[in-house]
Nanobody, 125 residues
Framework: QVQVVESGGGLVQAGGSLRPACAAS????????VGWFRQAPGKERELVAA????????VYADSVEGRVIISRDNAKNTVYLQMNSLKPEDTAVYSC??????????????????WGQGTQVTVSS
């Protein structure tokens, strides 16, 4: 069984930075591909970024390309989402999801097996 817990959300002014973290328990962490999703009120859930279990591939949403970096530290069982130049439209609940192996489409949230409870990111103007 894998448990996923997010941390590091918060309130920041536009132009600021945050680095949410996604910690996963279990010995299979190095085999997990991980995606960060977000959902704002009244909007659909969308992929922000994803990283494969081997770190050989990363995926970013067009809306965050160049402002966000996803990375992982397998020694700490943690995936990080470095978010810079934040905008008010980045405000959402950010959730971490994990799946064993790789996916053909990382934006397909129904393909992930393990989810965290989410962390709120609020960007003020």
């Amino acid at each position: 069984q894998v448990q996923v817990v997010e941390s590091g959300g918060g309130l920041v002014q536009a132009g600021g930075s945050l680095r949410p973290a996604c910690a996963a328990s279990g010995r299979t962490f190095s085999s997990l591909s991980v995606g960060w999703f977000r959902q704002a009120p009244g909007k659909e859930r969308e992929l922000v970024a994803a990283i494969t279990w081997s770190s050989d591939n990363t995926v970013y949403a067009d809306s965050v390309e160049g402002r966000v970096i996803i990375s992982r530290d397998n020694a700490k069982n943690t995936v990080y989402l470095q978010m810079n130049s934040l905008k008010p439209e980045d405000t959402a609940v950010y959730s971490c999801a994990a799946v064993l192996g790789t996916l053909a489409h990382y934006s397909d949230y129904v393909s992930y097996d393990y989810w965290g409870q989410g962390t709120q990111v609020t960007v003020s103007s």
